[in-house]
């Protein structure tokens, strides 16, 4: 076992200790809080990650109060779109990345394709105009931040493209994240300017010139601190009434907001920041921390903005530990389209929740690929080949 993961279960062993509120911004690290105190750390993470940031230093900004309108912390962090390059080259240094506001919207946000749309049309100045730009035709934008310490294992590691993904998977190097790696994965939706006071907003500009105006209306938070890391997930209060939604299908849980009454009240907690500020518009979900509660049932959870369309079978923590990638087959694999284990439990469109199974991973036969796990990080799914290469599933490139 690998130094990293014997810290982790370490501190696994070790009884929670009281969180401490005094100092916000600070991101906590603390294993057995994320175990024992599920809730309070997620919210303590929550606030810690949407402090407003120092956009040079890509860090809290002490000096600042909660809910100012500015970028906050995660996004200063790495964009996924920047971090697997289509070339599959080197991202860089983190010091040499870009802020938010430098990176333009079509690699900001994941989107369809150009090719998807050949005959799409919209509307410029009242006249009918090809759509040059897929983000203006997207009701929601999604995208996914790594915090440094995740972004150096992947550079590190040369994880951003699928040539150094085969090589450790096929050189029995297990992939395992370091103390403290954190991802992001956030949703945006169009608001009114009546609506902004009420949300964390977002100005996107479009490749035509035009503007509009967005509210982060969800929030996915990994990170970890668990050896199966800590899953905590947050939505806008309005979610659950939006007209273009599908509303909340399972209830949310959380004892902390809850203290002393049902779990899923759907409030935000009290005394720790959020009163006066758009935060208090948000709400935990909940949060995961195991595969099974106590009575060996499949623990879900699920944001309705995030998992749309399959929220009573989804499970954070069963979905991402199917991140892998498939090594083994007797042909050579194309780099632009490793074999990956699906999202989805075949045609059905559920989810996987429960414990992982051995079958999931293991060979079935002769000819067919064994899946190595990638930590439970699905973004590195978005991996492309390094330039005009194929690969060996043996891990060789030629």
Known sequence: MNAIAVSLLLLVGAPASALDWSRPWSEPQDSAAARDRSDEYAWRLFIALNWPADPVARAADRGSRLGADRPVVWETWQNAGAVYREDGADPGPWASTRSREAMPAARRFETFSLRDFPNARHVVHGV????????????????????????????????????????????????????????????????????????????????????????????????????????????????????????????????????????????????????????????????????????????????????????????????????????????AIDAAAPLRLPIFDGVSRNGFVGAPQSAWYAAGGQGNPTFKSLDYVWSLSLAHAKTESRIDPRGSTP
């Not at 939006?242 to 009240?265: I, Q």
Request: aromatic share 8%.
């Open 128 to 331: 009918m105009v090809p759509l040059v730009d897929p983000l203006v035709d997207a009701k929601r934008l999604t995208e996914i931040r790594l915090s440094r310490a995740a972004y150096q294992f992947i550079r590190a590691r040369e994880l951003y493209n699928v040539d150094g993904q085969l090589r450790a998977a096929a050189g029995g190097r297990p992939v395992v994240f370091p103390l403290g790696a954190k991802e992001v994965k956030a949703k945006w939706r169009v608001i009114s300017n009546a609506e902004r006071s009420r949300y964390h907003t977002l100005l996107v500009t479009f490749a035509d010139g035009t503007q509009r105006l967005y509210g982060l209306t969800a929030l996915h938070i990994a990170s970890k601190d668990l050896p199966d890391w800590f899953w905590a997930t947050f939505e806008h209060v309005d979610n659950a009434s939006l007209p273009d939604g599908e509303g909340w299908r399972l209830p949310s849980r959380d004892d902390f907001a809850c203290r002393g009454t049902s779990t899923d009240c759907n409030l935000a907690p009290r005394g720790v920041g959020l009163e006066g500020t758009v935060w208090q518009n948000y709400r935990l979900r909940g949060s995961l921390t195991r595969f099974v509660d106590a009575a060996g049932a499949p623990q879900r959870l699920a944001n309705s903005e995030l998992e749309t369309g399959f929220q009573t079978t989804a499970s954070c923590i069963t979905c991402h530990s199917r991140a892998s990638i498939g090594v083994g087959a007797p042909v």
